[in-house]
């Protein structure tokens, strides 16, 4: 049973290009993430909100932003993306953030940068 | 800071054996470890998760023991299907109040007829 959505599934761009992820969640959650599994598999999370409050942010390039406007939605905008970024981009959430929660993830946003 | 080490980065077995996934870590904070599965095309979910000392956690025929003396969370089941086919990550939540897991490398389990 889906819970958390992500828009769109894939996304083709060239180098320079600005994109913007979407991601819902109807569980009623405080707490939304953005993960980036790599090519490799490797999961690393980049960024996390509470209740549209930034809470964790990872050290990626200025390029990412996330934008939260409330707390059932955090989308990612990618200012002039780079041949790195390309990666399946992964939204979670979870009731209230605090440590230990289980994530609930949505099914990604493959980006691919030619 | 926090790791998860996942040994095998793929495994391949014949369905009817046993399957074991290796998992240790390292952190300086309390400690919740968690295994998520990820089949192929699909978003990861969780699998199981225990913060209690050797107590055995079980779920879909899964089983793991958190042995926090030897830092290990090590996923086992006794008799592979076809469907275990996945990627498997070990997840650690050392950190507290920021709801942050630091994943492992991942084993991707391929289970041959």
């Known amino acids: 049973e889906t819970a958390v959505f992500q828009t769109p599934n894939y996304h083709v761009t060239q180098v320079g290009n600005e994109v913007s992820f979407n991601c819902k969640q109807t569980?009623?959650?405080?707490?939304m993430y953005w993960y980036k599994q790599d090519s490799k598999k490797l999961l690393k999370i980049m960024f996390s909100?509470?209740?549209?409050?930034?809470?964790v942010n990872e050290t990626v390039p200025r390029r990412f932003s996330p934008q939260s406007s409330d707390k059932a939605h955090l989308n990612l905008r990618i200012k002039s993306v780079e041949p790195e970024d390309s990666a399946v981009y992964l939204c979670?959430?979870?009731?209230?953030?605090?440590?230990?929660?289980?994530?609930?993830f949505g099914s990604g946003t493959r980006l691919t940068v030619l | 800071g926090d790791s998860v080490t996942q040994t095998e980065g793929l495994v391949t077995l014949t369905e009817g054996l046993p399957v074991m996934l290796n998992c240790t870590y390292q952190?300086?904070?309390?400690?919740?470890l968690f295994w998520y599965v990820q089949h192929l095309n699909e978003a990861p979910k969780l699998l199981l998760k225990?913060?209690?000392?050797?107590k055995r956690t079980e779920h879909q025929g899964f089983h793991a023991t958190l042995h926090k003396s030897s830092s290990s969370f090590h996923l086992q089941k006794s008799s592979a299907q076809l469907s275990d086919s996945a990627l498997y990550y070990c997840?650690?939540?050392?950190?507290?109040?920021?709801?942050?897991?630091?994943f492992g490398d991942g084993t991707v389990l391929t289970v041959k007829p």
């Open positions: 569980l009623g959650h405080d707490t």
């Open positions: 952190t300086a904070y309390s400690t919740f």
């Open positions: 979670a959430s979870s009731p209230t953030g605090g440590a230990p929660e289980t994530l609930y």
């Open positions: 225990s913060s209690t000392d050797n």
């Open positions: 909100y509470n209740n549209k409050q930034l809470i």
């Open positions: 997840a650690l939540s050392g950190h507290t109040n920021t709801g942050k897991l630091t």
